[in-house]
């Protein structure tokens, strides 16, 4: 298989091209897996990827693996686009409300397996990498728009973008969803978009709700003269430096010295020599949050680093802040 992709890839190009993606997430799939014999994972996603391709989206043009579900496209050409809109909406419908049985026919499967499925639709322009009738591959923002509202189905439903055009649905459809504006981590984090979801399937949960702040990091530097790093190491083994900023997760502070480096017994102030420290804990003094650090270790780096006594050392602490 990878033979035949690398030879198509000498003569790819990217054209434009009208879709309508669905993107489908198998619910529980990660706790299945783990707790089951990899062939009978390899039997159930294998049986998932033909019921889903051969009898719900045959009219697919492309088909990509996910891990734990399947990426589909549908190309829309000419004027057919409320057909198709309608064909792929009743489509996911389907699946959805049959995924709980959809190995029930197969005898080899006699184990418990996933019963729901999240399912993300979206249409516009993508960018489609062909080599002759080769589809290699799709790309493109509603790609990714489809992950994230797939990502929203849970525990299980359907969600379409709002720029679908859900009037293009049959009344029917159009009964089975809700509207609602959301914020979208990476893509409306600070500005929400519109969607279509199914209100008996699907909770849409606070944090996306609401504007999605990125996390903030911040680095607070303590200058420490080396010489006097040397005498409070012995005077005690460990050291606070206090925090401005409350740290959101312990385990991601990071903590690293910087000094001027040595060349050949000098110093040489155009490089900086830095060291990631590790040999710190995080915790409260009191009400004040700080990094306590060990002296003997990071003298013991500085040492084989052959910091001179006069010189200064710059510890940098990088957090995100709660």
Not at 254 to 272: M, W
Request: net charge negative.
């Amino acid at each position: 298989m990878h033979k035949i992709f690398r030879k198509a890839l000498d003569d790819a190009a990217g054209v434009a091209e009208s879709i309508i993606v669905v993107m489908t997430d198998i619910r529980d799939f990660s706790r299945f897996s783990e707790g089951c014999d990899s062939v009978e994972v390899a039997m159930f996603i294998r049986r998932v990827y033909i019921r889903l391709i051969e009898d719900y989206f045959p009219f697919a043009s492309f088909y990509k693996s996910t891990g734990d579900g399947l990426l589909l496209v549908v190309p829309i050409v000419g004027e057919n686009i409320t057909e198709v809109s309608r064909k792929v909406v009743d489509i996911c419908i389907k699946c959805h409300s049959e995924f709980g049985s959809i190995c029930n026919d197969d005898h080899m499967i006699n184990f418990k397996v996933p019963e729901k499925i999240g399912i993300g639709v979206a249409r516009g322009n993508a960018c489609c990498l062909v080599s002759g009738d080769m589809v290699i591959d799709y790309s493109g923002r509603w790609l990714n728009l489809a992950a994230r509202l797939t990502d929203l189905a849970r525990p299980s439903g359907i969600v379409i973008d709002g720029r679908f055009n859900i009037g293009l649905l049959t009344e029917e459809q159009r009964a089975l969803f809700k509207e609602e504006d959301v914020y979208l981590k990476g893509i409306a984090a600070d500005k929400p978009v519109k969607i279509f979801y199914t209100p008996e399937f699907t909770s849409i949960t606070q944090y996306n709700r609401q504007p999605i702040e990125p996390k903030r990091r911040r680095e607070e530097k303590h200058v420490v003269p080396y010489r006097n790093l040397l005498k409070l190491r012995d005077q005690v083994s460990i050291h606070m430096y206090p925090l401005e900023g409350i740290p959101a997760d312990p385990d991601d502070i990071e903590v690293r010295s910087e000094h001027f480096a040595i060349l050949k017994g000098t110093v040489d102030r155009k490089y900086v020599r830095c060291s990631i420290i590790e040999c710190f804990e995080y915790r409260l003094e009191g009400n004040t949050p700080g990094i306590f650090v060990d002296l003997q270790e990071v003298c013991k780096i500085l040492e084989q680093e052959q910091v001179g006594k006069n010189m200064n050392v710059t510890f940098f602490i990088n957090y995100v802040e709660r």
